[in-house]
């Protein structure tokens, strides 16, 4: 084993090297690891996500009874139509599941995270090489505001496509299909998860994407302040909030909508890119940095500095904010809005030369009215929550932290990383079905190498040990 260090240095460098590349004829042996301890505990009665049903004051067909100017009109009133408890519930595992994930140490919740309405507190994400270029942007309602364009630069119109892109992205999530689908097919719980879905366990890319929408679109805020007052004609407010819903309605509404920012000028719900025929509603006036980042010039010159206009829903959760990250509070945006935007072709008559020119007092309303937004249940919901969270442990002891394996799969070896700055004694021991120790070695360094030609066919444990810590990793060779 010890002969293997050289080898080993060497196949880091080709792992690296050759990690994007894949072939359709798959070796006859391959490793797949898996964490012994990650199998979701879901409810023996799924989640009634079906059962989700729009609020009765968002699907006024006439915008004007609503007096906050957060209007209604030109949403998606179907958008939960087509949920189905089984397949909403197989995408949530897969939300939170990191075996989607190329190297297995990332999942769609690394960057949206329940508690910051499903983005993150950062300005940009790690991504599996390099941080990404955009701030994560939040899943909540995404399914009926505004859900006619999909990312900051509004390339996609279809949630699907909007899912798949970072799936398979080889910065984010990372994952090639193929291969996907073969490591799920080895797992002991996604086979019967598909099987509940879809009438039968065959996974497929169609239905991995599916799921995840399903999930996705049964996120939502509906039990936010702004909801229950709105049914009330917002008689329950107080009055600073009232002073806010004003200022809102007369100065941010042309551009914030509950639907497609166009609803403001009494357009319907499109389903190409609302930016193409408004395209300055889209300006935030934001002086342009020294990113390349163009918004929607990166791939329409014609349009440049434009991003998309998300929803304002649970804005308490999600700093930090804009496209890049680059205001923390809600009270540097509205400073903002009020005394920084920059003039450019875009900003029209929508954003005033200067800002808006608030005082003092009405950015502390504006900012009351904001809060009604906020919905803190649903950051805390376990419709939404980490089904892996709740995973009991096969002992009681410190788990080895960061332990991750790549490539996954492998061809004629696999490198297993994990936590150990200090150098410690770290055992290595192997073991198959039966409980019967097939290898066993020490390292104190951390990263360790197991080749597929010292195993025949067949189902391992992989055990590492640091002193009182921990971990267990499944491994198969087929």
């Not at 509004?154 to 990372?174: F, K, Q, S, V």
Request: glycine share 4%.
């Amino acid at each position: 084993m010890k002969n293997y260090q050289l080898l080993l240095s060497l196949s880091v460098i080709l792992v690296l090297a050759l990690s994007n590349f894949t072939t359709n004829d798959r070796p006859a042996t391959t490793f797949i690891f898996t964490s012994m301890n990650e199998e979701p505990v879901l409810p023996d009665v799924p989640f009634a996500y079906s059962s989700i049903e729009m609020p009765d004051h968002l699907q006024r067909p006439d915008p004007d009874p609503d007096p906050s100017g957060y209007q209604s009109f030109g949403i998606d009133v179907g958008a939960f139509t087509e949920i189905e408890d089984n397949i909403a519930t197989l995408g949530r595992v897969l939300f939170y599941d990191k075996k989607l994930s190329a190297l297995e140490n990332i999942s769609c919740a690394s960057c949206h995270s329940q508690k910051n309405s499903f983005t993150e507190e950062k300005a940009f994400s790690d991504g599996v090489l390099v941080p990404t270029t955009r701030n994560s942007m939040h899943l909540n309602d995404l399914a009926w505001t505004a859900s006619n364009s999909f990312f900051w630069d509004m390339r996609h119109t279809d949630l699907n496509d909007m899912i798949r892109l970072p799936l398979t992205d080889e910065n984010e999530i990372g994952a090639d299909i193929d291969e996907l689908i073969y490591k799920l097919q080895f797992t002991s719980y996604y086979p019967e998860l598909f099987q509940k879905a879809f009438g039968d366990n065959q996974i497929t890319e169609e239905r991995i994407v599916t799921s995840l929408v399903n999930f996705i679109k049964t996120i939502n805020t509906f039990n936010s302040k702004f909801d229950q007052a709105a049914e009330n004609e917002f008689e329950t407010i107080t009055a600073e909030e009232q002073r806010g819903l004003d200022l809102f309605a007369s100065n941010c509404v042309s551009c914030h909508t509950e639907g497609p920012a166009l609803a403001s000028f009494g357009f319907p719900f499109f389903e190409t890119n609302v930016f193409q025929i408004f395209p300055f509603i889209f300006s935030n006036g934001l002086p342009v940095n020294d990113s390349e980042d163009r918004g929607v010039g990166n791939w329409d010159a014609q349009f440049k500095d434009i991003f998309k206009i998300p929803s304002l829903r649970n804005i308490e959760y999600t700093s930090p904010y804009m496209h890049d990250g680059r205001f923390e509070t809600i009270e540097e945006v509205i400073d903002f809005y009020s005394e920084g935007t920059v003039v450019n072709e875009w900003t029209g008559e929508f954003i005033p030369p200067g800002g808006f020119q608030f005082t003092d007092q009405e950015k502390a309303d504006l900012k009351s009215f904001l809060l009604l937004l906020s919905d803190p249940s649903m950051t805390t919901n376990p419709w939404w929550s980490d089904p892996f969270l709740s995973t009991t442990s096969v002992s009681d002891f410190e788990q080895i932290s960061d332990v991750m394996v790549k490539p996954n799969p492998v061809g004629e070896l696999s490198v297993i990383e994990f936590d150990n700055k200090n150098g410690d004694i770290t055992s290595i021991n192997i073991f198959d079905a039966t409980g019967k120790l097939m290898m066993s070695d020490q390292t104190r360094e951390s990263q360790y190498a197991i080749h597929k030609t010292d195993f025949v066919t067949g189902i391992y444990m992989v055990e590492l040990r640091q002193g009182a810590k921990k971990s267990v990793q499944k491994l198969i060779v087929q």
